[in-house]
């Protein structure tokens, strides 16, 4: 069985750091894709950032270059999402997803999705 489990959300003022944590079990983790979705209330899910299998790759949604950084440790089964210079804009709760297809999947191509953890950025 698939588990992806979310942690490190939590209340920030907005100017903080997050460090997101996605631990995964019941798959070979170094054979998927990992990725960092967030949906913040009454809007749809959206992309942030992908990695590579090997980690080699990275790929990000436009509103959060430059701020945060995804990063992975396949001998840990484990994807990061560090997140600096927090915006109320970043409020939403948070999903790693996993995914078997070519880089870089669509989102559509993500088969695994954790239950989400919710960051809140205060102004």
């Known amino acids: 069985q698939v588990q992806l489990v979310e942690s490190g959300g939590g209340l920030v003022q907005a100017g903080g750091s997050l460090r997101l944590s996605c631990a995964a079990s019941g798959l070979t983790f170094r054979s998927y894709v990992m990725g960092w979705f967030r949906q913040a209330p009454g809007q749809e899910r959206e992309f942030v950032a992908g990695?590579?299998?090997?980690?080699?790759?990275?790929t990000s949604t436009d509103s959060v270059k430059g701020r945060f950084t995804i990063s992975r440790d396949n001998a840990k089964n484990t994807v990061y999402l560090q997140m600096n210079s927090l915006n109320a804009e970043d409020t939403a709760v948070y999903y790693c997803?996993?995914?078997?297809?070519?880089?870089?999947?669509?989102?559509?191509?993500?088969?695994?999705w954790g239950q989400g953890t919710q960051v809140t950025v205060s102004s």
């Open positions: 990695i590579s299998r090997g980690g080699a790759r990275t």
């Open positions: 997803a996993a995914s078997s297809a070519s880089w870089a999947p669509l989102p559509d191509e993500y088969k695994y």
